[in-house]
């Protein structure tokens, strides 16, 4: 039995170290699934955002690729006034000629293939051959010194055509040059292009926005008559040469909105001071009569004048009648350096240049990307998808302002956003970047709570089980006792009475007085076997639960007497003398077979226990007290120790054959083990107790205390 029990426990151990080594396991892969998904969470907002950032540049570069080619002259012609019958046709001013800043625009310009500069802002072509310049406005001017130093130098110019350089050996030129774009560089080799991948400790990954790819992006080709291109062609022809007292501005950056807002009104003044006899009409038709048209701004159209000398004016000899294709390539990107490179978060300047061929004519129109609303652009997107818990940092911009930058270091993710012509560094990072360590932490104590409890509650269980199985195995040993004594106590008295009924009936005993005494012996006998077997049927019905008493009002000390005299012959048979000292109780409700036998039991005991004893008195008392009726049954024998008081009440516990480690043990003796639990049993079924107490000089005093306010109960 022991050896399963411990076979059990080895089996409950090592399923609860198992369960515990599973769910440590489980919180390890719950808390990197915790971090997977916050992770996750930042790649989701990163997309978010590059969507957006994407929608809001596709928007724009829609806009601006629509955007006609006459736009970027100071006067234009109207496609309304192209007709055979005009004499002569209205030009109106440009409708970018007051938007100086158009969103992520700034400042719009057309090179021609001469190298010259048109812009929508002054009303003459601007060359390198110009020495007077006093009349261009400061902001213009500086805006087309930029042009003509960073961008003409990028371009080829042969035979009457541009061309555009390859793009991407301009931004790998531009990166090698600009410290921000090297760091952005080395960034990307951590990259594989379409997981996410670690580079100390953050997690980063690329978001193309492929707005600019000219792939994404359809030329457009239309046809015009030979007449307006005309006209608008020679909107293009030179103008009043410049002073040479003017003096070159070295590469300026581009304007904010506050330095846009300066520059309009000097613009608008020039446009209400230009000479009427800037506006030339066609040559050989008539001028329209009546009030000007309004242009999309609501400015009025500029009064036909006379022709003034004109260049690249196409052949009298064509008709002007016939359609001319016109061909618009997307845009590409040129980055460019200039006076501080570094002062760009993308290492050099970014403008956005378009191809526009006329039949033979080729020229580019564009504008200088204003890299400042675009870094605005994306903060708002950034704001608008960031969750709870998350903020940003731009650590190109901090750079570029001279900012101390650490956010690097604290990002819990890292975009990337690439716009073709460079790179934009998002990191996203926790506001508080211990709440996952938090959360981990609070479940580590509640799984090792958990545990505990479960390893307690699991210890227990097996000291209980142990516990258990002691008491299981004492109680099999004491039933085996029970029954080797039982068997003896049947044995004896039936020997006795088989012996002497043998020697009776045989007629081996002639003397009359010792044929009296086998009688008795035979009648002593019988009642010595009828009591243990009425103390066995009383313990199964209280162990089944089917002992049933019956409670009547009575004299107990007449009771007790009737067992006293019932008793004596069993007594003195062994030598003791039983003494009574009964004192008047009254009336007391009581069942008679139960404390018959309690008293029996008392005196039986006595007789066992106190043999050695030199005084073989036994003595019975009875007396009234505090609601109870107390029977005491005394004896001088050795007593029972204080360790002991409680276990003799115990089912199958006989004192004497177990050591009891308090002086030396009294003889073993004969008996059941159930006495004295009936005695204790009856007792309590009397609303009473049993206790033991030492006589003196020695012996025990067995007190059996009944109730007297007991209600009779059947």
């Known amino acids: 039995m022991y050896r399963r029990l411990i076979i059990l426990s080895v089996v409950i151990v090592a399923a609860v170290c198992g369960l515990s080594g599973l769910g440590y396991h489980a919180i390890t892969k719950w808390a990197q699934g915790l971090e997977g998904t916050r ?7 990163a997309e978010q955002i590059r969507q957006d950032v994407k929608r809001k540049l596709d928007e724009f570069m829609q806009t601006e690729q629509q955007r006609k080619y006459t736009d970027y002259l100071y006067y234009y012609v109207p496609d309304n006034m ?4 005009q004499q002569q046709f209205v030009a ?7 938007q100086w800043s158009n969103g992520l625009a700034y400042g719009y310009f057309q090179i021609e293939a001469d190298g010259g500069i048109v812009t929508p802002y002054y009303p003459t072509r601007l060359t390198r051959m110009d020495d007077n310049r006093a009349v261009v406005d400061n902001e213009v001017q500086r805006h087309m010194l930029n042009i003509e130093n960073n961008v003409l130098p990028s371009i080829t110019r042969t035979s009457g055509t541009l061309r555009l350089p390859e793009q991407q050996m301009q931004q790998q030129e531009a990166a090698a040059s600009s410290p921000a774009q090297a760091r952005l560089n080395a960034n990307e080799q951590a990259l594989d292009g379409q997981m996410p991948s670690k580079g100390k400790g953050v997690l980063s990954k690329a978001y193309p926005i492929e707005s600019l790819k000219q792939e994404s992006q359809a030329p457009q080709v239309f046809k015009q008559q030979r007449s307006l291109v005309a006209s608008n ?20 950056p581009p304007a904010d909105a506050a330095q846009t807002q300066r520059a309009e009104p000097s613009q608008r003044q020039r446009a209400a001071q230009a000479p009427s006899q800037q506006v030339a009409p066609v040559q050989g038709q008539a001028v329209v009569q009546g009030p000007a048209p309004v242009t999309p701004q609501g400015q009025r159209g500029l009064p036909p004048t006379t022709p003034g000398p004109q260049t690249d004016r196409p052949p009298q000899t064509k008709d002007l009648s016939e359609m001319v294709q016109i061909r618009v390539e997307p845009f590409v990107p040129l980055v460019v350096g200039g006076a501080q490179p570094e002062s760009s978060i993308f290492g050099g300047q970014v403008f956005l240049l378009r191809h526009v061929q006329i039949e033979d004519r080729h020229l580019l129109q564009g504008f200088q990307l204003d890299e400042h609303k675009l870094i605005a652009e994306v903060e708002e997107s950034v704001k608008r998808f960031m969750r709870d818990g998350m903020g940003f940092d731009l650590p190109q911009t901090r750079q570029v302002n001279g900012e101390p930058n ?31 360590a938090k959360r981990i932490g609070d479940l580590h104590r509640i799984y090792f709570g958990i545990i505990a409890t479960v390893v307690a509650a699991v210890t227990l269980a097996l000291v209980s089980l142990w516990h258990n199985m002691r008491a299981q195995v004492k109680l099999a040993q004491k039933k085996d006792d029970f029954i080797s004594a039982v068997s003896h106590e049947l044995r004896t008295p039936l020997t006795s009475i088989r012996m002497y009924s043998e020697m009776l009936e045989k007629n081996w005993v002639k003397s009359q007085d010792k044929v009296a005494e086998y009688y008795r012996s035979m009648r002593q006998e019988s009642e010595r076997l009828s009591r243990l077997v009425e103390n066995v049927l009383d313990f199964a019905r209280l162990q089944k639960g089917r002992k049933r008493y019956t409670f009547q009002l009575g004299n107990l000390n007449d009771c007790i007497a009737g067992v006293v005299a019932m008793m004596k012959p069993y007594a003195e048979q062994h030598g003791f003398a039983i003494q009574t000292q009964l004192e008047q109780t009254g009336e007391t409700p009581f ?13 039986d005991n006595a007789v066992k226990y106190a043999r050695g004893a030199a005084d073989k008195t036994i003595l019975v008392r009875t007396r009234g007290e505090d609601g109870f009726t107390i029977i005491e049954v005394e004896d001088r024998g050795p007593g029972v120790p204080h360790r002991q008081r409680k276990k003799v009440f115990e089912q199958f516990y006989r004192y004497g054959v177990e ?7 009294p003889a073993p003796t004969t008996g059941t083990g159930l006495g004295l639990t009936l005695v204790k049993r009856f007792a309590e079924a009397h609303g009473g107790f049993v206790e033991i107490d030492s ?20």
């Not at 109106?92 to 007051?98: E, F, N």
């Not at 050591?659 to 043990?665: F, I, N, R």
């Not at 006589?695 to 059947?714: C, D, E, K, N």
């Open 591 to 603: 069942d008679k077979d139960a404390v018959t036998q309690i008293v029996v039991n008392l005196i």
């Open 82 to 85: 192209a007709s055979n019958q």
């Open 233 to 252: 062609q020679a909107q293009t022809g030179p103008g009043p040469v410049p002073p040479p007292e003017m003096q070159a501005v070295p590469n300026p």
């Open 659 to 665: 050591p009891t480690g308090e002086g030396p043990s």
């Open 39 to 45: 992770l996750a969470e930042f790649a989701e907002v």
């Open 92 to 98: 109106l001013r440009s409708p970018l000629g007051d």
């Open 695 to 714: 006589a003196r000089p020695t012996g025990a005093i067995f007190r059996v205390a009944l109730a007297t306010q007991l209600s009779p109960a059947s």
């Open 406 to 436: 650490d956010a690097g270091e604290k990002a819990a993710y890292t975009a990337i956003l690439d716009f073709g012509f460079g790179d934009l560094v998002l990191n996203l990072r926790e506001i508080d970047p211990a709440w996952i």
